[in-house]
């Protein structure tokens, strides 16, 4: 399944009843995430209010929470405190590399080996459900224009 099927398929999932505003936020999504670049909710709430679709920003927010859980949409927190968005390219777990200035987000398949994570379950008795991990800080492009200054 590529992005756009991925994202109108859960969607469908999430079961909203009134079939126009779920249709209004998978097109807004579908054009922001197409290029890979991570989004606030704002931007989305901007997009949806130009199309003048109608949609109010509760069931925004209700309906990015219920396409993170479904694992359509990535939450990403940035190194600055921002909270964005993104349409990735995999549903496979994976982790994410952000630049804190412009917001980049790159997938990484890197992740914590089994063998560490359930030495840590024994260790401190925990069952571990998830885990996040980022990797934060500049990309070229930032680290040139910062040596420039
Ligand atoms: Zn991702
Ligand atoms: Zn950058
Ligand atoms: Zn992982």
Same mark, same amino acid.
Request: charged share 35%.
């Given at each position: 399944m590529d992005k756009a099927e991925r994202l109108t398929s859960a969607l469908a999932e999430v079961g909203e009843r009134n079939t126009q505003p779920r249709q209004a936020i998978a097109k807004a999504i579908a054009a922001m995430g197409e290029t890979g670049e991570a989004f606030p909710v704002e931007r989305?709430?901007?997009? !949806?209010k130009?199309?003048?679709?109608g949609v109010g920003r509760a069931t925004v927010f209700r309906t990015v929470d219920r396409l993170v859980r479904l694992k359509v949409l990535d939450r990403i927190d940035f190194a600055d405190g921002e909270r964005w968005y993104r349409l990735c390219d995999t549903d496979e777990h994976h982790h994410h590399l952000t630049c804190r200035v412009c917001h980049r987000v790159v997938? !990484?398949?890197?992740?914590?080996p089994r063998t560490k994570i359930e030495a840590i379950e024994q260790r401190e008795r925990f069952t571990i459900e998830d885990h996040e991990i980022s990797l934060f800080g500049l990309c070229e492009k930032c680290s040139l224009?910062? !040596?420039e200054k």
């Amino acid at each position: 399944m590529d992005k756009a099927e991925r994202l109108t398929s859960a969607l469908a999932e999430v079961g909203e009843r009134n079939t126009q505003p779920r249709q209004a936020i998978a097109k807004a999504i579908a054009a922001m995430g197409e290029t890979g670049e991570a989004f606030p909710v704002e931007r989305l709430i901007g997009e !949806l209010k130009s199309e003048k679709s109608g949609v109010g920003r509760a069931t925004v927010f209700r309906t990015v929470d219920r396409l993170v859980r479904l694992k359509v949409l990535d939450r990403i927190d940035f190194a600055d405190g921002e909270r964005w968005y993104r349409l990735c390219d995999t549903d496979e777990h994976h982790h994410h590399l952000t630049c804190r200035v412009c917001h980049r987000v790159v997938e !990484l398949e890197l992740c914590l080996p089994r063998t560490k994570i359930e030495a840590i379950e024994q260790r401190e008795r925990f069952t571990i459900e998830d885990h996040e991990i980022s990797l934060f800080g500049l990309c070229e492009k930032c680290s040139l224009k910062a !040596l420039e200054k």
